[in-house]
C-alpha cells in the first residue's frame, strides 16, 4: 500500500489503526520525501510505503480490490465514516 500526502506526514498511530480495522497487518513501513513544485512553490510529497497482509492470513486480490480500499480508507481518513471493525467488510464484499 502507498499512501501520498502534501506538506505533512500520516501520523502512524493515525493510519495504522485504519488499515487494522480493513483487515489488515501492517508488516513493514517505510516513508520517503519527496519536494515537487506546485503552482510555482516547492511543496514536500510524503509517501508511505506499507506491506500489508490480511490479519486472517487468506488472499488478497488488491489489483480488484483497490478502488474499495481507498474509497474506505479516504472515508474514514476524513471522518465520513467511522473507524470500527465494520471496515473489515470491505476486504470480504
Known amino acids: 500500500l502507498k499512501l501520498y500526502r502534501y506538506d505533512a ?38 509517501i508511505h510505503e506499507v506491506v500489508l497482509e490480511s490479519a486472517d492470513g487468506s488472499a488478497i486480490d488488491i489489483a480488484a480490490d483497490a478502488r474499495r480500499l481507498e474509497e474506505a480508507f479516504d472515508a474514514v481518513w476524513s471522518g465520513a465514516a467511522e473507524n470500527d471493525g465494520f471496515n473489515g467488510l470491505v476486504l470480504k464484499a
Open 9 to 46: 506526514p500520516i501520523p502512524l498511530s493515525g493510519r495504522l489503526p485504519i488499515l487494522e480495522n480493513m483487515g489488515f497487518r501492517a508488516i513493514e513501513e517505510s516513508t520517503y520525501t519527496v519536494e515537487r513544485g506546485l503552482e510555482g512553490a516547492i511543496r514536500p510529497v510524503f
